[in-house]
């Protein structure tokens, strides 16, 4: 396994629409692996692969104290939602900013997991969350991007600062 580099907004590469996956073989089983250890080294509780600019639809996430229930989606697609819900979210590319975003309560998504075998799960609460965040990476959309455009700039006037910070 090995260690990716995240991509940080505002990378242009972020706003890549991932593609869908052929096929589960042992490349994408790798991309998995890799992208679990580093969601995990980075304290994160999921990761698309558009995220370590890998453009096809996988998604890894994981919400147990222990980090010891990986949860894997592949070609995920929300085919229902109701309710709606709002949350402080984080994100591994948008590092030390939190905001509040309004999302869907609940969701129904169908996907492969880390085999190639289907799956449909209905999910509310955090997972739910987790969820749509992921799959917005795959569409090319980081999630400050529900925020004002005032907020968009003071977030990224506040990560420009602390990039020339850690140089």
């Known amino acids: ?80 939602h109701s309710g709606e819900t709002t949350h402080e979210e984080g994100c591994l590319s948008v590092p030390g900013i939190f905001e509040t975003v309004t999302r869907s309560e609940q969701v129904t998504v169908e996907a492969l997991d880390g085999e190639g075998k289907p799956f449909t799960l209905e999910a509310d609460g955090l997972l739910a969350i987790c969820i749509q965040h992921e799959l917005d990476h795959l569409q090319g959309k980081v999630f400050v991007e529900y925020l004002s455009r005032l907020k968009q700039n003071r977030i990224k006037s506040k990560l420009k600062k602390q990039e020339k910070n850690t140089l």
């Open 1 to 80: 396994m090995a260690l990716l580099s995240i991509l940080h907004y505002p990378d242009e590469r972020l706003h890549t629409v991932a593609k869908p996956v052929e096929k589960v073989d042992a490349r994408i089983r790798q991309l998995i692996a890799d992208m679990a250890e580093t969601m995990y080294a980075s304290r994160g509780i999921g990761l698309a692969a558009t995220q370590v600019n890998v453009h096809e639809q996988v998604v890894v996430m994981d919400l147990s104290e222990e980090k010891n229930d990986l949860q894997v989606f592949i070609n995920a697609r929300i085919t229902q």
